[in-house]
């Protein structure tokens, strides 16, 4: 698989969670690429997560663009209240 395509599956795999409600919680990079975690609630109310690897360099840079959407997306919070 090239890596455009490689990249084109990561890239998709990120947005599938992101349209099923799931958010970012945290991520780890290592030589072997990035760890995104993701968490979602059920109906339930019971935390449900998933990890993605990334392995390539476009997909990781893609992922750091989400995440920083999904930071400005959320409600400023009072830090004095």
Known sequence: ?????????ERDLVDYYIQKGYLIKNSTENLSGAYVYFEKKNSNGEMERETVHLLTPAA???FSVRL??????QPE????A
């Open 1 to 9: 698989m090239s890596d455009y395509q490689q990249f084109l599956k």
């Open 60 to 62: 990781r840079k893609y």
């Open 68 to 73: 920083i959407q999904q930071q400005n997306d």
């Open 77 to 80: 919070r009072d830090v004095g």
